[in-house]
């Protein structure tokens, strides 16, 4: 079974840029998340899905991120125009329950 | 709001030896507790979970407990090998597990010397 992907595996971007990650979860999870760790600090929750519904948003940082998956599938996240403090490592998780996390690799998301 | 502690932020210990980590949540209501290791250039990797209604839970090597009154959850390496040196997180969730929101701790840095 194949694990989660993510793409890219690192990003740099400037200030005021936007980027997109995108997040492929383990075929048949309907649960997928959206995590974040900066600056070697905790791994802080962003968002959850359940297939294509936003079950819960509430760790989203403010309105520069959209966070979609069309089709209950792939998963895309959009920083719109980047900041430096967005800088740090995305994951991506998929579950077939919300118990289960399987993480992805991440993206490292460096904005200059 | 709620949050996990996790101590220590790092840890070096011989090979063969024990290492213990320790966390404390908040949230009474928290009722699923997995246990990620991060190694250098990968994703958290899932090594253990423990659920409310249980105590103790062991895996090979690895064992956690939880003492839910304390709000306590520890892991336990036993035999360490420096295969386990890597970062280590902890994490509860927000409320019942039904939510799937986990709340981490800082994070450990276990170094296993040979």
């Known amino acids: 079974e194949a694990g989660v992907t993510q793409f890219p595996s690192h990003s740099v971007i400037e200030k005021g840029q936007t980027v997109t990650l995108r997040c492929d979860p383990i075929s048949g999870h309907d649960n997928l998340y959206w995590y974040r760790r900066v600056m070697g600090k905790e791994i802080k929750f962003l968002l959850h899905?359940?297939?294509?519904?936003?079950?819960?948003e509430s760790g989203m940082p403010n309105n520069r991120f959209l966070a979609e998956r069309t089709g209950g599938t792939y998963s895309t996240l959009k920083v719109q125009p980047a900041e430096l403090e967005d800088s740090g490592v995305y994951f991506c998780?998929?579950?077939?329950?919300?118990?289960?996390?399987?993480f992805g690799p991440g993206t490292r998301l460096t904005v200059l | 709001g709620e949050n996990v502690e996790q101590h220590p932020s790092t840890l070096s210990v011989q090979e063969g030896d024990s290492a213990v980590i320790k966390c404390t949540y908040s949230d009474s209501a928290s009722n699923y507790f997995p246990w990620y290791k991060q190694e250098l250039g990968k994703g958290p990797q899932l090594i253990i979970d423990?659920?409310?209604?249980?105590g103790e839970k062991k895996d090979q090597r690895i064992a956690v407990t939880l003492n839910k009154t304390a709000k306590h959850f520890s892991l336990h390496i036993t035999e360490t090998q420096p295969e386990d040196s890597a970062v280590y997180f902890c994490?509860?969730?927000?409320?019942?597990?039904?939510?799937?929101?986990?709340?981490f701790g800082q994070g450990t840095t276990l170094q296993v010397k040979p």
């Open positions: 899905f359940v297939k294509e519904s936003k079950q819960d």
């Open positions: 994490a509860a969730t927000h409320g019942s597990s039904n939510t799937g929101k986990l709340i």
């Open positions: 998780a998929s579950s077939r329950t919300p118990r289960g996390q399987f």
């Open positions: 423990i659920r409310s209604n249980v």
